[in-house]
Nanobody, 111 residues
Framework: QVQPVESGGGLVQPGGSLRLSCAAP??????MGWYRQAPGGSEHELVA????????YYGDFVKGRFTISRDNAKNTVDLQMNSLNPEDTAIYYC??????WGKGTLVTVSS
């Protein structure tokens, strides 16, 4: 079974933006989501999720800064992150319930 594959992580300054992308062999009905795990943390925190109907859900901490979108033709889900702050530093994982977790991509917000 093919896992989701994330890309787009890196180092960004506070207040900056970053766009993550996840590719996975999904169908139009598969929900796709982004979760994150802070350094030293043990839990995956929901960042954003989008279902097969295009309905989106965000973690409370997002506060309008992030946008999740999917391209069903390319089988990708993107996460546009704006106004990043150091508390957003984490490993970001793509999750598809039918396929499981990707290996994650590290986002570091630091000056």
């Amino acid at each position: 079974q093919v896992q989701p594959v994330e890309s787009g992580g890196g180092l960004v300054q506070p207040g900056g933006s970053l766009r993550l992308s996840c590719a996975a062999p999904v169908t139009r009905n598969d929900p796709m989501g982004w979760y994150r795990q802070a350094p030293g943390g043990s839990e995956h925190e929901l960042v954003a999720d989008i279902d097969g109907g295009g309905n989106t859900y965000y973690g409370d901490f997002v506060k309008g800064r992030f946008t999740i979108s999917r391209d069903n033709a390319k089988n990708t889900v993107d996460l546009q992150m704006n106004s990043l702050n150091p508390e957003d530093t984490a490993i970001y994982y793509c999750y598809v319930p039918r396929l499981g977790w990707g290996k994650g991509t590290l986002v570091t917000v630091s000056s």
